[in-house]
Structure formats: structure tokens, C-alpha cells
């Protein structure tokens, strides 16, 4: 299987790869169409149809000719367990069967900069960095021990509540209780603050682009459950291209 491919006029799709030269075809098609023996179709019912088989395949066979779909493994889940004081956090490639799970990501180094993050916020001596801390991928579990509740007359939202709605793209307000202890620091060295405010970009763009954008594919088929397998988000997606894709032939008529 060399590529999969969906299209409203089969016949015109197929003439345009005929006619392309080598020479005028982007090199990756190239190197497909001089290898391509038998060409095979399927007629489906209607756009979105041929969007979920198109998904299947892809995730299915994983040709050469497609990136977009082919790996629903290299997404990531984030769990979480509150006992008592202590509160942990892990990234794994399937949920658990304890605690709560959130997901289908991308951008595994997001985990942990929030890691990082946490960490200068409970730990007692948070730049005393653990072994592998900062090499990639980072880590992959860690255990905090929550402070005492605010007794101030307005407290602060839990730091379990907060983490939940930015892992649900429903609030960014985590980035802002984060970025709190940095404010207040007055004796970093320059170098420590850089990391720190790199630490807490990458997690604005994560919610950004990859927490929210989760949150309104959920929102948008219906989903309450804060997790769906990595599977079954690639054929959302396939849907929303498809939907999208349709949308832009209206306009254009």
C-alpha cells in the first residue's frame, strides 16, 4: 500500500496524477507514482463515510505516501491521583484503571514542563533537580505533597480542579497560579528564570493548541468523558477535515 487517498471525483483525481510529470511533482509523489501497479476504489455513501474508512486505513496500513493519522501510538494520557496531601501525576501511552485520565495528546514535553513547574512551586528545594528531570523526554511520574488550604476569605481553587480543567482546555487558569511563585522570586539567577519562562511557554501553547482544540473536538461530538482512546480521536479528526473540506466547496459555489 503506497497511499490512501479520499475523493469527490475519482476520475478527475486520478487524470491529474496521470498528466503530472516527475519533474513538476513534489519529490515524495514522485517516487509513489513510478512505483504505483494497481490503483483500487471504494464508493461510500457520502463524505463522512470516506472519511472514517479513510482514517481506518491510514491507522490500518501506514503507507509511505501519509503522515496525518498513521500514528495514533505516539499520543499520550495524563493521569492523576489525589490522596490525603499528596497529589501524583503520570504520562502513559494508555490509561489506567485508577485515577483520573485525560487525553489523547501530543507534545510529550508539555508533561513535563508542567512537572518542572510544580515542582518549583511545592518542593522545598526545587532547583535541586532528580536525575533525568531535564533530558528528553523528561519525566514520566512524579508525587507532590500539597500545601494546607488557603484559610484566606476568598481561597484558591484546588490545585486538583485547576489541573483538570487545563487538561480539559476549559482554563487556563493554572498557567496563572504557576506563574506566581516567578513573579514573587527576587534571587534567581538569570539563567533559572530563562528556563522557567520557557517552561511556562510551552505550556501555553499546549493548552493553546493542543488542550483546547481537544476540548472542542469532545464538545463538538458530544464526548463527556474526559478521555477517548488515540483511535478513536483520529477518526473524529478524519470527520472534522471531511466536515471542513465540505464546507469550503460550498463556499466556493
Same mark, same amino acid.
Given at each position: 500500500?503506497?497511499?490512501?487517498?479520499?475523493?469527490?471525483?475519482?476520475? *478527475?483525481?486520478?487524470a491529474?496524477y496521470?498528466n503530472?510529470?516527475?519533474?513538476? #511533482?513534489?519529490?515524495?509523489l514522485?517516487?509513489?507514482?513510478? *512505483?504505483?501497479?494497481?490503483?483500487?476504489?471504494?464508493? !461510500?455513501?457520502?463524505v463522512h463515510? &470516506?472519511?472514517?474508512?479513510e482514517?481506518e486505513?491510514?491507522q490500518?496500513?501506514?503507507p509511505? %505516501?501519509?503522515?496525518?493519522?498513521? +500514528?495514533?501510538?505516539?499520543?499520550?494520557?495524563?493521569?492523576?491521583?489525589?490522596?490525603a496531601?499528596?497529589l !501524583?501525576?503520570?504520562?502513559?501511552a494508555? /490509561?489506567?484503571?485508577?485515577?483520573?485520565w485525560?487525553?489523547?495528546?501530543?507534545?510529550r514535553? &508539555?508533561? &513535563?514542563?508542567?512537572?518542572r513547574?510544580? @515542582?518549583?512551586?511545592?518542593h522545598?528545594?526545587?532547583?535541586?533537580?532528580?536525575? %533525568?528531570?531535564?533530558a528528553?523526554?523528561? /519525566? !514520566? @511520574?512524579?508525587?507532590?505533597?500539597?500545601?494546607?488550604?488557603n484559610?484566606? /476569605?476568598?481561597?484558591?481553587?484546588?490545585?486538583q480542579?485547576?489541573l @483538570?480543567?487545563?487538561w480539559?482546555g476549559e482554563? #487556563?487558569?493554572l498557567?496563572?497560579r504557576?506563574a506566581?511563585?516567578?513573579?514573587?522570586?527576587?534571587n534567581?539567577p538569570?539563567?533559572?528564570?530563562?528556563l522557567?519562562q520557557?517552561?511556562?511557554?510551552?505550556?501555553?501553547?499546549?493548552?493553546?493548541?493542543?488542550?483546547?482544540r481537544?476540548?472542542q473536538?469532545? +464538545?463538538?461530538? +458530544?464526548?463527556c468523558a /474526559?478521555?477517548?482512546?488515540?483511535?478513536?480521536l483520529?477518526q473524529?479528526l478524519?470527520l472534522? @477535515? !471531511?466536515?471542513?473540506e465540505?464546507?469550503?466547496?460550498? #463556499?466556493?459555489?
Open positions: 500500500m503506497l497511499y490512501v487517498g479520499r475523493a469527490t471525483n475519482l476520475r *478527475r483525481r486520478l491529474a496521470r503530472l510529470s516527475p519533474e513538476n #511533482a513534489p519529490p515524495s514522485a517516487r509513489l507514482l513510478s *512505483r504505483v501497479v494497481e490503483i483500487r476504489w471504494q464508493v !461510500t455513501p457520502d463515510a &470516506a472519511g472514517l474508512l482514517a486505513l491510514l490500518r496500513y501506514r509511505p %505516501g501519509n503522515r496525518l493519522g498513521t +500514528h495514533p501510538e505516539s499520543r499520550w494520557f495524563a493521569g492523576m491521583w489525589v490522596a496531601d499528596r !501524583t501525576l503520570t504520562r502513559s494508555e /490509561p489506567l484503571a485508577t485515577g483520573e485525560f487525553g489523547p495528546f501530543t507534545r514535553h &508539555a508533561f &513535563a514542563a508542567l512537572l513547574c510544580l @515542582r518549583r512551586t511545592f522545598p528545594h526545587p532547583f535541586d533537580w532528580p536525575l %533525568g528531570w531535564w528528553p523526554p523528561g /519525566p !514520566t @511520574r512524579a508525587e507532590f505533597v500539597l500545601p494546607p488550604a484559610p484566606d /476569605p476568598v481561597p484558591q481553587a484546588p490545585w480542579d485547576l @483538570r480543567s487545563f480539559l482554563s #487556563a487558569a498557567l496563572d504557576l506566581e511563585p516567578l513573579k514573587a522570586a527576587t534567581l538569570h539563567w533559572e528564570v530563562i522557567w520557557q517552561d511556562l511557554t510551552v505550556l501555553t501553547n499546549f493548552y493553546r493548541y493542543v488542550t483546547t481537544l476540548g473536538i469532545r +464538545h463538538r461530538f +458530544h464526548i /474526559p478521555h477517548i482512546s488515540a483511535a478513536q483520529e473524529l478524519a472534522q @477535515r !471531511t466536515s471542513t465540505a464546507r469550503r466547496r460550498l #463556499a466556493r459555489t
